[in-house]
């Protein structure tokens, strides 16, 4: 299949979708997410979305975590009724912020992570979200750590684990005020 800048699409493997912004000629195409980063993707790991109000339903989101960093659902639909989703979610994981990290350091890692929560903390504030979900893993802590050291430093939020039943010990929610 072929696309057109400007169209919207879904990412096929991962969670989201975007809009794409250009294309190399040879099948590739440049995406630019819902908060604004813009990465590369195969046309067989795209799909058009052929409606505005696009929706997904928890069965039918069973794509791999892939390079997804964010999700932004609008709209959730749970045994037939539409619910209204009021936050964002950042995935942290390396494997979802980047294409590959053969390679890099720990504190490159460390880094990148940083990197991306802060671009997306900072998006979310634009965007006027009051609510974000950081996923940060378990691991040995020190994603979590640098997460919660950092938005110590702001006045203007609280921050606690999400929620166990869905995210288990791996994430933070971060709520947010003018």
């Excluded at 975007?18 to 980063?37: L, M, S, T």
């Excluded at 993707?41 to 069973?62: P, R």
Aim: with cysteine; charged share 25%; aromatic share 10%.
């Amino acid at each position: 299949m072929t696309f057109k800048v400007g169209q919207k699409v879904v990412f096929l493997h991962e969670q989201g979708g975007g809009v794409v912004v250009g294309h190399d000629g040879q099948h590739r195409y440049i995406v630019e997410d819902e908060i604004g980063f813009s990465r590369t993707y195969n046309a067989s790991d795209i799909g058009l979305v052929h409606a505005e109000d696009y929706q997904i339903s928890d069965e039918d989101f069973l794509f791999s975590q892939g390079e997804s960093s964010v999700t932004k659902v609008n709209h959730v639909i749970r045994k037939g009724v539409a619910q209204q989703r009021d936050y964002w979610e950042i995935d942290l994981h390396i494997e979802a912020i980047t294409e590959s990290h053969a390679g890099l350091s720990n504190s490159e890692i460390i880094n990148k992570q940083m990197n991306a929560f802060k671009l997306f903390l900072n998006k979310a504030r634009r965007k006027g979200m009051r609510k974000i979900v950081v996923i940060h893993g378990v691991g040995m802590g020190v994603l979590k750590h640098e997460v919660r050291t950092y938005l110590d430093r702001l006045d203007d939020l609280k921050y606690y684990d999400a929620d166990y039943g869905e995210y288990g010990k791996g994430a933070t929610c971060v709520e947010m005020w003018e």
